[in-house]
């Protein structure tokens, strides 16, 4: 009981922040509060929402996945070639999700049975894969799909953006394997405290593995959204993208130590950079100002939660 | 016990707005350019840059903002964080379509991705007006993106001004290392292709490597440097833009060679005119981003107002030496 008025407490202050984020912007410019902009944010988020779920996992675990950015561009490039040679979409959707898992399973095998450092087997990984990726491809785009593929970006299912419902249904898959499966207890205890999770029989190795597993999977699914949203999949796709999830992540409450952590925060992480992006585009704000002002919301929000934690200890 | 503590972070955690809400009202009253939209009627129209950290594109905002002031336009400019960013720059598109600007002005990061943002455009009716980059024309009439105006340079024709700068510098007998730009721009390939079928004519004048240095001064050094290992009999260097060639003549220097590698780069940027003063470059083919500006602005104000917009508008280049433009 008491566990679940903390949890609560501190999903409050996450939610809250976003509220009043967007109560500011609905004061400052008449073009955010309306519907049209608020599903625009929506599915401008999806993207990293959904790659920042398997971030979630990770991180909860205690590890840390930089590889995300080019395994969704390796993904990406393997849609588009299958496409481009006559596979049936749903074929080529499968390819491209085997691509991104099977480069994740790597991750956690590196990790889990090599003993490398998550941080040094991701960083190795984001140039392997981005290598993959531009040789592929000769480094060059690969475009224009049959449009039953594009509908999964332009498509709307009872008037909403296709990648918001798509968004929506992975959070609650993913939410509930983590909160109410053996493997969701066991990616906390691993975070917690991996050797006692070792001592109590749980197969700690192969868990590990499967964690970098999903996160190379949702890449994966946020490769198929990128390609059918630009129509294109570029192989110098998602450069960076590992630090636009780690921030969702760690907005969210999700602590880098391991441990603990909830995809709930973590989309209001990903919804609260989006809205921030939005926001200063809608007021014209510099460019150069948007980038000084993400980074110093980051830093805002992380230091206020670790003031919370204080707090309850 | 434990409600009490939960209560007090809930107010603790109310701190985090009151930070975020000062420390944005206070950007956006010191940058706020007519987010109301309602400024006494003018025009408001958008220019979004492929990026902000680049002196031409920097110029051509220059040039757009000077055009701006003149016929009393409310002139909005964004620009994703790095210009490789597609994915940013089409999600600047959509917030400005929903900041209802009246008409769009456009430098594509990628000729082939920004086509679904300018499809976007079109179906809330605002007039897109593409800036120096093309878009592919393919992709553009599968989706039917529509463009009311194109406003560039000719590259195809700037790539075989640089080569017959090579010809002319070298006496018609060189071994070249080439530099190039993202593989799949259109900018580049155009400046590329001219700069090929420039240099055809006159067998003396060899590609002996070429790699893409990605627009940047830092890869352009060391593709550089890595280039003169594998090629020592390089004596020449074409660079699609001037980013790789400053970044060519630092590898030429820590090589001890210069004075013996001819340097031809492409836009004519400050810092390589001043080269090309110094001796350390031979030419450049000057574009005027800041021209590029003013026209767009100028076209997106007629089409906003319905007036004919001319479809397609060749800005001048010119080759820079030390002998002056030409």
Known sequence: MSRWIRGAGRRFGTVAALVALCVLLWILTPYFLTVPNLLNVMEQTSINAIVAVGMTYVIISGGIDLSVGS????????????????????????????????????????????????????????????????????????????????????????????????????????????????????????????????????????????VYGVSGLTSGVAAILLTARLNTAQPIAGINYELDAIAATVIGGTSLSGGEGSLGGTIIGALTMGVLRNGLNLLGVSSFLQQLVIGAVIIAAVLIDLMLKERRA | ???????????????????????????????????????????????????????????????AQEAADKLGVDLVVQAADR?????????????????????????????????????KANRANIPVIIVDTRLDPAAAGQAGAKVVSFIGSDNYEGGRIAAQAVVAATNARANVGVLEGIPGHETGDSRLRGFREGIAASRGVRVVASQPANWERDQGFNVFQNMLQAHPDIDTVFACNDMM????????????????????????????????????????????????????????????????VPADAKVRIELVTKQGSR
């Open chain 1, 71 to 210: 395994v969704l561009a390796l993904s990406g490039v393997v849609l588009a070639e299958a496409l481009k040679a006559q596979w049936a979409v749903p074929l080529a959707i499968a390819a491209a999700l085997a691509a991104g898992a099977a480069t994740g399973l790597v991750n956690g095998v590196g990790i889990a049975l090599g003993r490398l450092p998550p941080f040094i087997m991701t960083l190795g990984m984001m140039s392997v894969a981005r290598g993959a990726a531009l040789l592929v491809t000769d480094g060059r785009p690969v475009s224009t799909f049959e449009s039953g593929f594009r509908a999964l970006a332009v498509g709307r299912v009872l008037g909403i953006p296709a990648p918001i419902v798509l968004t929506l249904a992975i959070y609650a898959v993913a939410h509930v394997v983590l909160t109410r499966t053996r493997f969701g207890r066991y990616v906390y205890g691993i975070g917690g405290n991996e050797e006692a999770t070792r001592l109590s029989g749980v197969p700690v190795r192969f868990h590990k593995t499967m």
């Open chain 2, 1 to 63: 016990m434990t409600c009490r503590s939960s209560a007090s972070f809930a107010t603790s955690a109310l701190k985090v707005p009151a930070w975020c809400l000062l420390f944005l009202a206070s950007f956006s009253v010191a940058c706020n350019r007519g987010g109301d939209g309602a400024r006494g009627g003018k025009p408001r129209i958008a220019l979004v840059l492929k990026t902000l950290n680049s002196p031409f594109f920097n110029d051509m905002q220059r040039g």
């Open chain 2, 83 to 119: 210009e490789i960013d597609v994915e940013r720059q089409m999600q600047i598109v959509e917030n400005l379509i929903q900041s209802g600007v009246q008409a769009l002005c456009l430098t594509p990061s990628g000729s082939k991705e920004v086509v679904p943002a300018v499809v």
């Open chain 2, 245 to 308: 060639a400053l970044g060519a003549v630092e590898a030429i220097r820590a090589a001890g060679r210069t004075g013996s590698i001819r340097v031809v780069g492409f836009d004519a940027v400050e810092d390589a005119r001043k080269a090309i003063q110094d001796g350390t470059m031979v030419a450049s083919v000057a574009q005027f981003p800041d021209e590029m500006g003013r026209v767009a602005v100028e076209h997106a104000v007629r089409a906003v107002r319905g007036e004919p």
